[in-house]
């Protein structure tokens, strides 16, 4: 089955910028999706296909795509940005919805 | 206002079964995949399965932990998602969200694709 895989965790100051990896066997020809959860909150999209963004997500976020790795950019971090984010995709080769591990992203 | 709500968990022992039910409103459920993903206390996202719309026979998929022992329904007519579970197991313990999907389409591989737009609240399913 695919796996996707994130760091657990990644500590930023803020108005610094927070990179969140996540890994996939060519997870460049498949279309990445990234969530965030705070807590006691259910998920919100905060980028579609790739690098996407939603009404009403700061352009603070953004992602990429390419090879085996894409990415979650947050720039000019803030403490309301502290949360988990995870990656997903569509595996094709199985029908099935696959998430990333989760990473927690810690504002210093 | 685009809303799902979900409701129908609870306390159930181990071996036993339960339904889990989706009001969805403010969009036209008929169109839309529709997915159920846990997450178990401390534990990350896990997708349970979906229900597809209607031009795709709103046939079914489920992920390989749950496959064979949950259903997904849809009552069309009053645009409710339905999770029958059955066999309970403790690792089932977990909050049961609701999901609609939206399609988008990807130039870079000339397809189309579905990500989770719009979250429920969660249900609390506790197997113990």
């Known amino acids: 089955s695919y796996v996707l895989a994130q760091p657990p965790s990644v500590s930023v100051a803020p108005g610094q910028t927070a990179r969140i990896t996540c890994g996939g066997d060519?997870?460049?020809?498949?279309?990445v999706h990234w969530y965030q959860q705070k807590p006691g909150q259910a998920p919100v999209v905060v980028v579609f296909?790739?690098?996407g963004r939603p009404s009403g997500i700061p352009e603070r976020f953004s992602g990429s795509n390419s090879g085996s790795t894409a990415t979650l950019t947050i720039s000019w971090v803030e403490a309301g940005d502290e949360a988990d984010y995870y990656c997903?995709?569509?595996?094709?080769?199985?029908?099935?919805?696959?998430f990333g591990g989760g990473t927690k992203l810690t504002v210093l | 206002e685009v809303q799902l709500v979900e409701s129908g968990g609870g306390l159930v022992q181990p071996g036993g079964s339960l339904r889990l039910s989706c009001a969805a409103s403010?969009?036209?459920?008929?169109?839309?995949?529709m997915d159920w993903v846990r997450q178990a206390p401390g534990k990350g996202l896990e997708w349970v399965g979906r229900?597809?719309?209607?031009?795709?026979?709103?046939?079914?998929a489920y992920a390989s932990s749950v496959k064979g022992r949950v259903t997904i329904a849809r009552d069309a007519s009053d645009d409710l998602l339905y999770l029958q579970m059955s066999t309970l197991r403790t690792e089932d313990t977990a909050v049961y969200y609701c999901v609609r999907n939206l399609r988008g389409y990807s130039s870079t591989w000339h397809g189309n694709y579905y990500y989770m737009d719009v979250w429920g609240k969660g249900t609390t399913v506790t197997v113990s």
């Open positions: 296909g790739d690098s």
């Open positions: 229900s597809t719309d209607k031009v795709h026979s709103y046939s079914t």
């Open positions: 403010g969009f036209k459920f008929r169109e839309y995949h």
């Open positions: 997903q995709v569509w595996d094709n080769s199985s029908d099935h919805v696959v």
């Open positions: 060519n997870i460049g020809t498949k279309s």
